[in-house]
């Protein structure tokens, strides 16, 4: 999909998220989803408005444009924005750089749905030093997630064969007449 910036016209960003919509209706309730990206989007530090949406630690005061349309996003489908959960030093919170190196701002972000799994997030921070040939920072974000296994598959415990029945002769030859049997089919 294609995102926007602050000064593309009104009717494609809502194009854009309508379709970010649509897509997240399409997947199952039970799959976990994170949302990552350059949504050109500043998440200001008014946590308050959105509780359980965003953190404490924004790099910015106020939201612009896109941000606040992030912000709806996430706060109807239960997103939660990693970006601004943990504390960092204003360097490692910036994500792009503008050309002439003066201005670096917070724009790209990791979202992950759902407060059953905001736990699993265990961290998000952007790494100024990678070389990835982008204006903008690498952001990495850890993920710890424990899932259960299904039991209801497994397969049958294993069986320990009967050696006391290799004493008897006659069981040998027949389990050896069945065994050359079994290999002679084979091409």
């Not at 939660?80 to 724009?107: A, C, M, Y």
């Not at 320990?160 to 079994?182: F, G, I, M, T």
């Amino acid at each position: 999909m294609l995102l926007y910036t602050e000064v593309s016209c009104d009717s494609d960003k809502d194009e854009f998220y309508q379709q970010l919509e649509d897509t997240f209706a399409g997947l199952p309730s039970y799959d976990i989803k994170l949302l990552l990206g350059d949504f050109n989007a500043r998440i200001g530090t008014d946590f308050s408005s959105y509780p359980g949406i965003i953190g404490k630690h924004s790099l910015h005061s106020s939201a612009n444009d896109n941000g606040v349309r992030m912000l709806d996003f996430c706060s109807m489908n239960q997103l939660t924005i990693g970006r601004t959960l943990f504390e960092h030093r204003n360097i490692h919170k910036g994500t792009w750089r503008s050309p002439d190196g003066r201005t670096v701002t917070q724009i790209d972000h990791m979202c992950i749905i759902s407060t059953r799994w905001n736990h699993s997030l265990l961290d998000v921070r952007s790494f100024r030093g990678a070389d990835i040939g982008s204006d903008h920072y690498l952001v990495r974000g850890f993920l710890k997630i424990k899932l259960k296994s299904n039991r209801a598959h497994k397969t049958a415990s294993f069986k320990a064969p009967a050696l006391e029945k290799l004493r008897d002769q006659s069981k040998v030859l027949e389990y050896n007449v069945a065994l050359s049997n079994r290999f002679s089919a084979l091409p």
